[in-house]
Every structure is written in C-alpha cells, then in structure tokens.
C-alpha cells in the first residue's frame, strides 16, 4: 500500500525557517492535488496549503507570504517552505493527496515546534 511520509520537522526559534517534505513510497494514481495541514494541541486539523495539478495554490490567510508550497509532479513529492515561523504555528504538519477515485491518503504527520 502506498504511503505518505513527512519530514523536516523540528524544533525552530521564532523568525526562523523549516522546509517540510512529502513523499510517497510508490506511485499514486488520481490525485488532483495536494495539501498540508495542521493541528496543534487541543485543536481542530486545518488547512495550511494546497496545490492543485494545475499549480494553483490557497493558503490559510495566517500563514500567507509566509508559506510557500511546491509540489514534483514526477515523483508525487510535495515540499512547505516556512519562513518567518511563529509559535503559534507549531503544531503536527500532515500531508494529504486528494484522489479523484479512491480514498485520499494521509502522512503520519511531522512536529514543528517553534520556540525559544
């Protein structure tokens, strides 16, 4: 079964910068785009980012021309530059592929901390 795998996560002071990565272990059919979402502690998971297969993007208003999605078609690989990171993005960053037929699939998710 293919799966999603973040990484790039990690504890980083206020003002600094993080690239997550996303990657899937095999070859993933239908997807018309790709996101990353985030959930901090006692909070609902919310939309961070997505790019869609034209290369259209949306952000959530507090991260925007802060964040920065970019995505590798070839290989179903999608990157979340950050910068300017603040302590209330800290949270667990996940990764989805939103497929046309079949279910989306999900990361395990990776932890960003920002912090002194």
């Known amino acids: 079964q293919v799966q999603l795998v973040e990484s790039g996560g990690g504890l980083v002071q206020p003002g600094g910068s993080l690239r997550l990565s996303c990657a899937a272990s095999?070859?993933?059919?239908?997807?018309?785009?790709m996101g990353w979402y985030r959930q901090a502690p006692g909070m609902q998971r919310e939309l961070v980012a997505v790019i869609r297969n034209g290369g259209s993007t949306n952000y959530a208003g507090s991260v925007k021309g802060r964040f920065t999605i970019s995505r590798d078609n070839a290989s179903d690989t999608v990157y979340l530059q950050m910068n300017s990171l603040k302590p209330e993005d800290t949270a667990v960053y996940y990764c989805?592929?939103?497929?046309?037929?079949?279910?989306?699939?999900w990361g395990k998710g990776t932890l960003v901390t920002v912090s002194l």
């Open positions: 095999g070859r993933i059919f239908s997807i018309y785009a």
């Open positions: 989805k592929a939103a497929r046309s037929v079949g279910m989306d699939l």
